[in-house]
């Protein structure tokens, strides 16, 4: 249910005893826009939100009575949809980490490593509302995640521009995202206003270089000017940050502070050579969390419209430990290697997806699955908790998509594995229908381009000769 | 002719008749028949083509009105001209009058123009013109690329009744004189057509009406033109040199044209209005579907079952040959007809690929039109290396300079290191397509902004300022004077090329707001400007002119004097390599490998090889090593490090020292170890037991150590097959990174999770078994069998004799080259290394991986022609890395900046 905002000096207390402190938020925002009424009209926004590994699609027909349980609160808030394919995805064989996490959100094959084969539906959107960029002070795009493997792109990004490249730099520890969208910057080198006047000096001719390349008599083709434009955007956003806020030097700074280095391993570190790493439970979730919590408060604070959030990357590989517990009921003690009798990459979690058998019980895939559903759930219940002006939640307000990189794990059948992969979206301001599952049997090009179109974009995904096939369906 | 002038039979009837015959053959030749009748069709039923190779500005005066004169070339950025006085010229379709005295001119110097003649050395000047008087003097300039009257690169004028040419060149004055006059007479008020040649050999020639009329020499070379110069008509730049009369056609070439294409040309008459597309040889579309859109196809969706090894059905599609001749049950495809192919009845009913996806109804309407239209097959060989990233160039991405670059450049321009504070602050690359470079994925975000403004400051407080402006300038003040002149030469410097003005005056911002300030100092003004430029886009990405009509436009000489440092150093260029580009010496091939050679040789060039390698091999991997405990419990983690020493300085000794060619580093019988990393290998230690020596690489002679000799068998890439020392990812690795193979993914119906050795199984039995299993074998067949020789070896490169199952452990295997029909037996792991490093195909593979590093993105088919031409180069002079960057700098890959499609 919404609830009230939060106050001025909002306080996030996280999962790890990490309290969040947002001394200048208010400032931040242009025009004092957070000042104004709340009358003010609703704003588009869209968000992927990706899980790793996925669901095979015979868990999937168990409905809110399987590992689908802890979507069971949100149900009216979500259509789920099954039957979902991405088999045009398959670009490089049949091995869906990489393809088809590519291609969630795009529907299109990758096209390079590090690039899509075409934008993402938040990014789509972001364009259509916002051609000329948001309103100064405002993250353009905000991607974040709680992941360890990293061999290619494609497996934790998931926002991506018109030409296929990402859409932003992934802050991976909630201390880079907490920076990345509250953060101050102090210009180096200013500690007067004679300083600061210099400083401003060497800005504006700067930003006149950046404004030449980018404009009409640019002598760059269309990929390089719109580099620059990006580094532009980044420039004003600067400027806004280090620039345009009010002096607080003076004030009482005695609030909570950014979020304490993370514990757990990032960087190449968490990817050693795709061997895994093991974590524990509780640190895996503790960190999740809080990585979410500052999502939904930048989103709460208006200060991101659009982006993705990743919970493990595709094909993630970590050897979890401790036990897993879901309303007060036990589920599973996890152990990777145990269970597996292996180290290394034999021992991780991602093999319980190479074993599957939908006519076993498959146990630790299922807890696993479960424990994924009920994080993805976490980072929901908080966008559900936060009311925007129309009186529905921002989990109502926003274009919310929740899917993964497979319908199946077994890396045997290429049909298979890119078919029946999961989605729930939410409703968008009542685009979409809610409160169901529904069997879709389309493919997600078609779901995608039906999601956009209802969201006012001329653009579509896909190759330019496809015929469009909307997914009436799926629409209110 | 179709103007009002009334002249149009000027042209001999003879010479149109020859006109048209050349024409249609030309035309037939060049063009596939529809597009030539199209072309046809759209000519003058009696007018021969024009010359159009090495056209390069060409005004037909087709507008009627308007105060533009348009460039019709059609090849790149169009020189338009402006009549600064329209009242002065009367227009009518294809003639252009100047009636008083008014200029014609360009709005900018015309950049294009001027680097590609600086470049060839060689032009043509041609004009169909009609003077109002013999009487005109100065010479009155019809034609002219100069600055003022006594300026120019050249002018085409009239003297009395005579044509004089003036030329600058390094043997001719800055006013272009000695100049070459055409005899007496060669000039009236009829229409006449003027052509001047001159080859870069200094062979000058004017041409009147279509008969020689003088020659002689005018030597040296043109690497002194300048770049300030604008292209006019009718009068000089400060009007002083009028000239009146009718234009009908003037073109300027970046060659000289022969005698044959002078009359050719003027067979073609005056007036000739520029047509839809310039006549130019066009290939075969038919050839070009097939190797864009057809080859891919094969080569990733049929290659697999199909290549030379496999050959099933009989039918290997990897040579033109194999692939025409067809299979066990005849000729795969019918000459123009899909219906009657087998290969298209199979493909049409999804029965081929065999067991694998079916083509999409795109790819399979590109099959069927390929064989309706006749099936033509142009490749040799069909390599599926080629085809991995796609038939056609990517967009042209700009390059921000690496965290690397941007140190190299911050110590080249302020001899100071900023590694420290720059590795602190810049968030790092991310690798993509197998290099941390890849201009794509080159991404910003706030972070960037944030650093590159931190450093600025940290340089500017690092560098003496005064010093440094001291480089550049003396005595300086606020004038605009003072500072414009101060920021043209750091900016110079600093941005890797001249400043326009629009940049002087930004920078000129600053400095006025310093004046303004309260203690303002020069030395503050300049630090400020300084600052300033090390975030301005020029600093900070690699800036070239990419917007062309055409496919490709030569560099000017700074863009390439940057792409050649940054390729051979990953630094900016030095003062020399400057200085040759601001004297125009990178428009002579043989400055340009003189350069390249010098480069070489210094050390930031072996700085950068091993920035390549180190990148390549994913070295940076090691950081991150994390062998299970369990199962090496003597591993120190020190030791990933020794092995990323040990494999920079084995290349540095092989590529660097001894200059011998890429593919020894595969054989070569040397390495550098720690004493600990010696006793990790089982080889004796070379330790005199103090500290220091516990971290000195010490160089041990291979010759007589049977297990060791090569980069594969060094750790840090033996440790890319993890804890169980996997063949298949060991054998990938030869695979993709030295073969340039191509292999899908599993197929359907294959548990893929590794299998553990144990009692009486090795890994080399576990790959055997999977490769008995016909349904892997297609393709861990022809990877896994690389990593056989490498089984004594375990996760952490180890050697070993037995595992620790007391499995016996091997050495022997086979290898296929990709394109092979049959394998390549080795007899142990120094085989191997000899066979791989004598392969024809890793040579060529190293080449790509260096060439890929080099232009900082994914290569293409289209790139495959020249690749072809950089490795023979290459391999010509040694297969050194030396003789391969040098190739790649001088190549057309990085000579041409690609323009297609970018506006």
Redesign the interface.
Known sequence: MPVPKLPRRTILKGLGGVTVGLPLLEEMLPGGTRAAPVAAAVPVRAFNVFFGLGIPAPLQTEGFSGVLEPLKPLSKKLLVMRNVDH??A?A????AHFDGATAAFTAEAP?????AGGPSIDQVVRQTWHPDGLPAGMVPTLVSGTFFRRSR?GRFVHSYNA?G??A??MQERPRDVFD?VFGA?A???VKNA?QL??KR??????L???R??TGAR???????RG??T??LE??R??EQR?YALPDRSGEDTSGPRRPLPSKLQH?????????G?DIELDDLVSEWRLMADLYALSIEMDRVRFGSITFLAAGERLRVKGVYEYGGRPIYEFDDARDLN?????GCSH?WW??FNPGKQNEQLRAHAHMKMREVAYLLQKLDQIADANGHSVLENSLLTVSTESGDG??????RELSGVFHAITSAQGRFKTGQIMDVGREGLDVYNTMLAAMGCQRRLG?V?REPALVDQILV | MPNDSGDAEKAPAGLLLRGIVFAVGLLLFCEAPAVAAQSLAAQSAVTPPRVSRGLVVLYDFGDSSGIIVRDRAGVADPIDLTIEDPGKVRRSSGVLEVRGSTLISSLHPPRRLIQAIKRSGALTIEAWVEPSRENQSGPARMVTLSKDSTNRNFTLGQDGNQVDVRLRSLQTSNNGLPSLAAKSGSLTTQLAHLVYTRDRDGQSRIWVDGKLSASGKISGRLSNWQRAMHLALGNEINKSRPWLGKYYLVAIYERALSANEVEQNYAAGAGVLAPPGVVRKRRDPRETHFELAVAPILANQCLECHDAFTRKGGLALSRKSTATAGGDTGRAWMTGSAKDSLLWQLVEQDAMPHKRPPLSRREKRIIQKWLDDGGVWTLRRLDPAVYVHGGRPDANWLRRLTTAEYIETVRSLFAIDISKPARALLPPEVRADGFSNTAYNLNVELKHIEAYQQLAGIIVERVDIEAFRGRFKKRVTFTDKDMGDLIKKIGQTILRGPLENREVIAYRGIATTLAATEDSSIREATAAIVEAMLQSPRFLYRMERQRGAGPAQPLDEFELASRMSYMIWGGPPDARLFQAAAQGDLYDAASILSEVSRMLQDDRAMTQAERFFADWLHLSRLDYLQPDRGKFPAWNPVLAGDMQRETIAFVREVVWRQNRPLSDLLNAQVTFLTPRLAAHYGLPVKDRGDLQDAETLVRYDLTNVQSRGGLLTQGSLLTVGGDEASMVTRGLLVMHELLRGVVKDPPPCVDTTPVPSKPGLSQRGIAETRIANKTCAGCHARFEPLAYGLEKFDGVGGYHEKDEHGNVLRENGQILFPGDATRTVYRSTRQLMDQLAGSERVQESMTWKLTQFALGRPLTAADAGVLQEIHAQAQRRGGTYRATMGAIVSSELVMLMRTGGEQ
């Open positions: 088999i045009r398959d490089n064989g049949i091995n096209n390079g490593e590090a690039k792109v030409n490249t990402v932003a730099a990345r910057i210009p180096a080198g004679r006047r210099i000096s060497v800005l504006d001719s700067v006149s270089e950046y030449y390349f640019s002598p760059l083709g269309i990929a390089s580099r620059i990006d580094h980044r420039i956003e600067f280090a960087g190449g570190a968490a990817d050693p050579g795709g061997q790493i292996a180290s290394g990459d034999m093999e190479h074993k077994r890396h045997n059948d290429a049909k190759p000769d």
